[in-house]
C-alpha cells in the first residue's frame, strides 16, 4: 500500500529554517510529481510547492517563492522542503502528495490532481 511519512516540522523563529523529509513507499516514485500542500488553522488546504519526476522542474506558490526550495532524491524516493527566512504566517501543518493523477512532466496545483497524502507535519513560527 501507498505511504506517504513526513517528518521534520516543529517551533521556530521568524527568520529561520526547517527542513521537512516525506518518505514515500508503494507507489512508482521515480515517475511522479510529488507536491507539498500546507493548511493553516482555519483555512483550506493549500499548494506550497511541486517538482517532477526528474527533479529538473519545479514550481512555488508566490508566497513561498524565493525561500522554499523543494527536491527529491529518487534513490531513496525521499522528497523535501527547505523552508528558509520563515515567517509566522508559514504556521500550518505542511503535507506531503503523491500526484498520480497528474500526466508525467505535468506539475499540479490543487488538491485534486494529488491522490495520495502523509498524515502531515506541524510547523509552527513564532513572531
Known amino acids: 500500500q501507498v505511504q506517504l511519512v513526513e517528518s521534520g516540522g516543529g517551533l521556530v523563529q521568524a527568520g529561520g529554517s526547517l527542513r521537512l523529509s516525506c518518505a514515500a513507499s508503494g507507489l512508482p516514485f521515480r515517475t511522479y510529481t510529488m507536491g507539498w500542500f500546507r493548511q493553516a488553522p482555519g483555512k483550506e488546504r493549500a499548494f506550497v510547492a511541486a517538482?517532477?519526476?526528474?527533479?529538473?522542474?519545479?514550481y512555488y506558490a508566490d508566497s513561498v517563492k524565493g525561500r522554499f526550495s523543494i527536491s527529491r532524491d529518487n534513490a531513496k524516493n525521499m522528497v523535501y522542503l527547505q523552508m528558509n527566512s520563515l515567517k509566522p504566517e508559514d504556521t500550518a501543518v505542511y503535507y506531503c502528495a503523491s500526484g498520480g493523477r497528474l500526466q508525467i512532466g505535468i506539475l499540479g496545483t490543487t488538491i485534486q490532481e494529488y491522490d495520495f497524502w502523509g498524515q502531515g507535519t506541524q510547523v509552527t513560527v513564532s513572531s
Open positions: 517538482i517532477g519526476w526528474s527533479g529538473g522542474s519545479t
